[in-house]
């Protein structure tokens, strides 16, 4: 049988080829000043942010469950603290499942995700696929398959916590956000398994599911215990606003982190499901230079629409303030948490070792050089 050419290999090597001479000729970028504007500046907007004051207890607390559940791997540690910046003040009990719901995500994403499934044997592809229809066909009954494997009941195990402490209409829209991302984020995302090279549009689109982060812009709701009342939004007219906030919202956070992991996924695993190898293939005359600066600028562009429609939000909570205060006290919850998802969403992968190397083109994926101890 003839060996079916690729749609992606020739523009990958380019891209690679690029990029080892950028890392030879020492060329860094600043991926925040690429996203800063004006006088906005992301270092600025997120210094207030801090990590849930207990921590270091709930980090402790998913590493022993992951253990009893046979699914710690070492990188863990690096991925875990994620919720800890996006729900700093989530309540105790709701965030160790939800860092827990987490770290299962990454687990997955970490054995077979969509850069990963591509260098799987065709037993393990077999494998992950039953595994992943088996989690992404779980409905609010949270039933668990026979024979189901330890991830499958950890996952039970933190969606029956989850059901038990949200109104269940939350919770429903909650589990098919969650269950679609399962679906479609572990399998092989490459061009060459879709058959297509995908447009920028559509690339965003799915990688929005892909990342988790629709689900997790739902999480805000659930950390506080505060849930959306959407009749008395959609009566103000505002619901089409935080629809397009909670896109903005989902969009900056795994769009921005296409850049943070550029040279993880695209360098080391060859991967071309990452916003920058979208944009080059869709445009094959951009150098490696060029296609950093236009992908940036996609997230550039979104950052200053969210930030004006947050402000535009927060103006009509404020005018109707001492009018309907349940409601309005779960608006302006949910919009202060908004805020800090995007601080969370920056901070925490220029926090995190998981994108961290010795050389980078980028100044904040750079491992800092250890300090000299004295004799």
Request: include cysteine; charged fraction near 20%.
């Amino acid at each position: 049988m003839k060996k079916q050419l690729s749609l992606t290999a020739p523009r990958m090597r380019q891209l690679q080829a690029q990029y080892h001479e950028l890392i030879a000729a020492g060329t860094m970028f600043s991926i925040a000043d690429f996203l800063n504007f004006g006088s906005f500046t992301l270092k600025d907007y997120c210094q207030t942010l801090n990590p849930h004051p207990q921590s270091e207890t709930i980090i402790k607390i998913a590493q022993q469950f992951c253990e009893e559940h046979g699914i710690w791997i070492e990188q863990a540690k690096h991925y875990i603290t994620c919720e800890l910046f996006l729900y700093p003040d989530a309540r105790f009990d709701r965030l160790v499942s939800m860092v827990e719901n987490n770290a299962i995500d990454y687990y997955l994403n970490d054995i077979i995700g969509r850069d990963l499934f591509g260098h799987l044997n065709a037993a393990k592809q077999t494998e992950a696929r039953e595994l992943m229809k088996r989690m992404a066909n779980v409905d609010s009954r949270l039933s668990l398959p026979e024979n189901a494997t330890s991830v499958e009941k950890a996952n039970i195990e933190i969606l029956t916590f989850m059901k038990s402490t949200s109104p269940l209409p939350w919770f429903e829209k909650f589990l098919q956000l969650y269950c679609y991302h399962i679906d479609v984020t572990h399998r092989d995302g490459n061009a060459d398994a879709q058959g297509y090279i995908s447009s920028v549009e559509e690339y965003i689109d799915l990688r929005c599911h892909t990342s988790g982060m629709h689900h997790i812009v739902m999480l805000i709701e659930y950390a506080a215990g505060k849930f959306l009342n959407m009749n008395w939004c959609s009566d103000l007219g505002i619901d089409r606003y935080l629809q397009r906030i909670n896109f903005l919202t989902a969009a900056f956070g795994c769009l921005s982190n296409d850049l943070f992991s550029f040279e993880k996924e695209v360098v080391d695993h060859s991967t071309d499901a990452n916003l920058l190898t979208i944009v080059a293939l869709n445009d094959p005359t951009c150098s490696l230079t060029e296609v950093i600066v236009k992908s940036a600028k996609i997230v550039q562009e979104m950052l200053i629409e969210l930030l004006d429609l947050i402000d535009k939000i927060k103006k009509q909570s404020h005018d109707l303030s001492g009018t309907d205060e349940l409601e309005n006290g779960a608006l302006t919850s949910y919009i202060k948490g908004i805020e800090k998802c995007i601080q969370a969403s920056w901070l925490w992968q220029v926090y995190t070792k998981r994108y961290k190397r010795p050389s980078s083109i980028f100044v904040e994926t750079v491992l800092p050089e250890p300090v000299a101890q004295a004799v």
